[in-house]
């Protein structure tokens, strides 16, 4: 399925969530704005910043309200303070596509059974120059990084899908059970986000990780 | 040259991408936006290495089956020519991967075109000056790693000489191997110099460690897009008059030089059928 069509599915059977955002069919358009100023949306005067360019999505999304680099979009520090009005579902799916890069198309493929996942062990073998190096992590290592570094507790809203190689799932922990859906609402109701593959943060952590542990085995260098 | 409209297909621009700098992947917006305004393509879309949606995700963004791939890369290398044919499983020109047909281009550093955006940056960032008291010095990465890296820039180099540009003298010069960009000064043969940074954005490299190496930041500096103000050209030292402009991807134009990349493929598949 498109994640156009996935969209305006979604939308039609009730779903008004993605990720931070909420989602609004108006009659005449679309309405995207933080979930946390869904109690200000409907006051006429909201102060919410009106955009009608879906492509403000990237700036929106680009700086936490404390301005803050969000390299991982999945961070759920996304800024207050905006609503976009758009006219059409091609322009609320591109202003979504700012907020949650691919996200529409990895659960569209997901639920149609067509979703590649890459393991832990897939991704850091193939990284190269500096990051080379985070491929030679131990499985335990790995374990415990994934519970100081995912899930909600430390700000990423994505449901990890991925295991460390074919035979290792992640071990059971509240970022491994986390379900990418931020602030308690049921599945029918918001669009999950989906990890397919560790970020490029996360492989930035396993080099560090991977160097303290070859520091760790090799005192004398 | 003017592209075929293909209101059937997708494009994906291929950029690096930065976990560290967020003005990294500014430019491939800009030109994937410039490009969606024109109303040439059904979908336009990014993916990158070192951001989201990663060039494994970008199979996903799209439904549509005819997808044209061109690297926003500055020169043909390691990246082009392994890392994207890897994570979009390309084997050649043409590509089908699970029922969708990759066209995979040329990077956009390496068409010809790329000279007259120089040439336009260059007369930006100094306007006033006479190219004939001038060397025009065009910047890269470099590496030991692989050759084709800088060989774009020195294309670049030749087809400036050889225009009627009118430069004094034309140089190259690379962050980490010879000539240094670093010496700019002794590089130079004239009064005036304007340095083009022939990279994608003002990244790290181009906007945060070239200006230690010209020595016209003491150290590296935040980000452009935390800054008030770009450059305070010129700059006087090493008893010369120095220009640094932005970096050449940042120019609205380069969008041209991606459809144009786009044309050539198409020429070149005509000519292979």
Known sequence: ?221 | MPITPKPHSALLIVGHGSTENPDSSTPYFDHADEIRRRGLFKEVHCCFWKEEPSMREAWYLTDCTDIYVVPDFISEGYFTQDVIPRELELTGPTTTVRGKTFHYCLPVGVHPSMTGLILRRAKEVAPDIDPANTTLIITGHGTGLNQNSTKAIRDQVDLIIASDAGYAHVTDAYMEEQPFIAKWDELATTPNVVVVPFFISDGLHSYQDIPVMLGIEPEVGPAASQREVFRHNPYHLREKTLYYSSAIGTERHLADVILDQIADFDKELKVRS
Not at chain 1, 50 to 62: G, L, Y
Request: charged letters at 25%; hydrophobic letters at 35%.
């Open chain 1, 1 to 221: 399925m498109s994640p156009t069509t996935f969209l305006e599915q979604s939308l039609a059977n009730g779903i008004h969530r993605i990720g931070q955002i909420e989602v609004r069919a108006t009659g005449s358009g679309f309405q995207l704005f933080h979930a946390d100023d869904l109690a200000l949306v409907d006051q006429p005067d909201h102060g919410l910043t009106v955009h009608h360019d879906p492509e403000v999505a990237r700036d929106i999304s680009t700086y936490s309200e404390d301005g803050t680099y969000r390299f991982t979009k999945g961070q759920t520090n996304l800024k207050r303070g905006w609503i976009m009005i758009l006219d059409s579902i091609d322009d609320t799916r591109r202003a979504l596509d700012h907020f949650y890069p691919a996200a529409l198309g990895l659960v569209a493929a997901q639920r149609d059974g067509t979703l590649q996942i890459e393991t832990l062990r897939e991704k850091l073998n193939r990284q190269t120059g500096m990051y080379r190096f985070a491929r030679n992590i131990s499985d335990a290592g790995a374990q415990q990084l994934v519970q100081e570094v995912c899930g909600p507790a430390h700000q990423c809203a994505k449901w990890i899908l991925w295991k460390l190689d074919a035979e290792t799932p992640l071990d059971d922990s509240e970022a491994s059970r986390f379900r990418g859906i931020p602030g308690n609402l049921p599945e029918s109701e918001a669009i999950p986000l989906v990890c397919r593959e560790a970020c490029n943060h996360f492989v930035a952590e396993c080099r560090k990780v991977s160097k303290a542990e070859h520091a760790a085995a090799n005192p004398g260098g």
